[in-house]
């Protein structure tokens, strides 16, 4: 690869170097401009390679092969054509991500200890606990004791241009009020240098088992969340897996919800606005009714038929975006 990236590199504007140069040494802890390169294939082992490829297998994946595997991240101006030179492209390597698909699953999980997992210590008792309900066509989180404060997007938070919220739980118990997003994008994160979005870090610390501050200390950059068309995507910024579930990731007919597995680096079509028309009145086994207008993410630790937690509400740390029905 070094012949023809030396090749690609004598190409490039001492600005562009530059640029690359920063997007590399941060390796894409914040969003960095983009990289205009010719177009054009590069040789490589009599292999044409299309810069974009040629830098990610350089600098990130060494087994990517062709562009179809990567997918431009939702901040690349490259993406939507706005260079003004239709011979010219992006090739910064921290402007894409892979294209995370269903594994094979394992087999089952069988230990005979595979129920849900609780915290190390008893909850606080003023601590809001999970509950589903479906009721008059709203579905709605409560306390067990007291009633939590609606989830759902009212029309007036719509109206604000409000399209989710996010809400993060450890374990069965909410942490924190719910975070409006009116951005197209939005970090979620624990530590993010000059990131701005929704930051974990900075919320209450209060009763936190031995589970939960382990799984924390994992989240690291984690995640984008951005509404693009025809759905919501999600890319892993941090350097372990993040597991995500929503209605219209299973296939037709499933009795219950697919858990996605997303390494770093990896993004994930979460949601399609397209499928959820025929995800009305789900309901999980164990777990009751599903907002079908919902994503569930873990950090970390998966759950489902294959793992030792069966539920969500059995990991430690997880988070729950809550989108607007009315787009």
Do not use: M
């Not at 374990?171 to 930051?199: D, K």
């Not at 079908?292 to 729950?320: D, M, N, V």
């Amino acid at each position: 690869l070094k012949p023809a990236a030396h090749a690609l590199f004598k190409k490039l504007k001492d600005e562009e170097l530059e640029l690359l140069v920063q997007a590399v040494e941060s390796r894409g802890a914040w969003e960095s401009s983009c990289v205009w390169a010719p177009r054009g294939d590069v040789r490589v082992a009599k292999q044409g390679l299309p810069p974009q490829v040629l830098l990610c297998r350089l600098f990130r994946w060494p087994d990517v092969d062709q562009p179809h595997e990567l997918k431009h991240l939702c901040y690349c101006t490259g993406r939507r054509g706005v260079c003004g030179d239709l011979a010219a492209l992006c090739c910064n390597p921290h402007h894409f991500s892979r294209l995370a698909v269903p594994e094979t699953p394992p087999p089952p999980y069988s230990k005979a200890s595979c129920g849900p997992s609780w915290p190390d210590k008893p909850q606080h008792p003023s601590s809001q606990h999970l509950e589903f309900s479906y009721k008059g066509g709203d579905w709605r989180g409560k306390r067990l004791c007291s009633p939590l404060p609606d989830t759902s997007l009212s029309r007036s938070t719509i109206k604000d241009g409000c399209w989710c919220k996010l809400a993060y739980w450890e374990h069965r118990t909410r942490v924190g009020h719910l975070y409006a997003v009116h951005e197209a994008s939005v970090n979620v994160f624990c530590e993010l240098p000059w990131g701005s979005g929704f930051c974990l870090a900075q919320l209450p610390a209060a009763h936190r088992s031995r589970a939960v501050r382990r799984a924390r200390g994992k989240i690291g950059r984690g995640l984008l969340l951005s509404r693009e068309p025809g759905g919501i995507w999600a890319y892993n910024r941090s350097e372990h897996p993040i597991f995500v579930s929503s209605p219209t990731l299973s296939p037709p007919g499933a009795r219950g919800l697919t858990v996605l597995k997303v390494l770093p680096g990896y993004s994930a079509k979460v949601f399609d606005y397209e499928q959820v028309g025929c995800k009305v009145g789900l309901w999980l086994p164990g777990e009751g009714p599903c907002d079908p207008h919902s994503i569930r993410i873990s950090f970390a630790k998966g759950w489902g038929p294959c793992y030792s937690r069966q539920f969500i509400t059995s990991c430690p740390c997880w988070l729950e975006v809550l989108l607007n029905q009315l787009r």
